[in-house]
């Protein structure tokens, strides 16, 4: 199953549709580049796929897509960015959702939880499979990540 | 005459591009109150005078389903109508959306042109 370009529908749809930013994916071997993420919004995921999706932003994309979305200048990375990189992980999520439903899979989604700061290190479940696409923006990388089970 | 919406929706972000988009879209509207999940939310409809609702589905302490569930007990709020707007699109999920009352679903993410086109009519 395609669970790699279904993260890159879904991220590009929330962009297109929400976040006035270009957006690209870019090849796999850019996957591999180091995103020093400051920001990191993760949603927790079950059913027929189990695991967790991470949003994975440094401080000046994250600052940025936060400005894109309340329509002003965020300078800072506090509540408002908590709240929106948030809300981009659980959109990202919802699409996978559909997407998944297409091909006959159902899971359900957590709220989002999103961490501020580099020292984040997330544990996968055992024998999960990993994938991510990194996503460049006039402001730098970010990452969407997924660590899972496919049922 | 104008009506007063609610937005429920645990993002403060959420929030304010509905409210946003609301406003982009020229629709006449009198007051937007806002609840951060489904128990502010019924605290405030009974102490405002509120003509539609906007509600999420997936919120901590009191979900949008909890919500319409909870509110359909309440003679003084019960007929308040109630449109979701949410990532869950599962015909399952929103069928029991409708099912307790909703009356219909816009789908996130969505442009501020879909939510003039769906929610023009409404409100």
Redesign the interface.
């Known amino acids: 199953m395609e669970v790699e370009q279904f993260l890159v529908d879904a991220t590009l ?2 962009f297109s ?2 976040i006035p930013i270009d957006i690209a994916p870019e090849p796999a071997e850019c996957a591999a580049l180091a995103v020093e993420p400051d920001v990191s919004s993760l949603i927790g995921l079950a059913g027929d796929l189990t695991g967790v999706l991470i949003v994975h932003c440094p401080a000046p994309v994250a600052l940025s897509i ?1 400005s894109a ?3 002003l200048e965020a300078t800072t990375l506090d ?2 960015v908590r ?2 990189l ?2 981009v992980a ?2 990202v ?3 996978l ?2 997407s998944l ?1 297409e091909k006959g899979k ?1 899971i359900e ?1 957590a ?1 989002a939880t999103t961490c501020i700061g580099k020292a984040i290190r997330t544990g996968g479940l055992a024998g999960a499979a990993r994938t991510a696409v990194t996503f460049a923006t006039p402001s730098g990388r970010f990452w969407v990540a997924l660590c899972y089970i496919l049922k | 005459m104008a009506k007063n919406v609610l937005l429920i929706d ?5 929030r ?2 509905i409210s ?1 988009s609301l406003r982009q879209a020229g629709l006449d509207f009198g007051e937007i109150y806002e609840a951060g999940d489904g128990l502010e939310a019924l605290t405030l409809l009974e102490n405002e005078k509120v003509d539609i609702v906007l509600s999420d589905i ?3 302490n009191m979900n949008g389903i909890e919500f319409l569930r909870e509110k359909g007990n309440r003679p003084a709020i019960k007929d308040i109508p109630v449109f979701m707007i ?5 015909d399952d999920i929103i069928g029991e959306a409708k099912t307790l009352g909703a009356i219909g679903a816009l ?5 501020p042109e879909k939510v003039s086109e769906v929610l023009g009519p409404l409100i």
């Open positions: 749809e929330v549709s929400m936060t979305m309340l329509g509540e408002d709240d929106a948030g809300e659980n959109m999520a919802g699409g959702k559909v439903a159902k989604l709220i | 645990d993002s403060s972000t959420m304010k591009i946003r997936n919120m901590p949410s990532t869950e699109t599962g789908k996130k993410p969505f442009t």
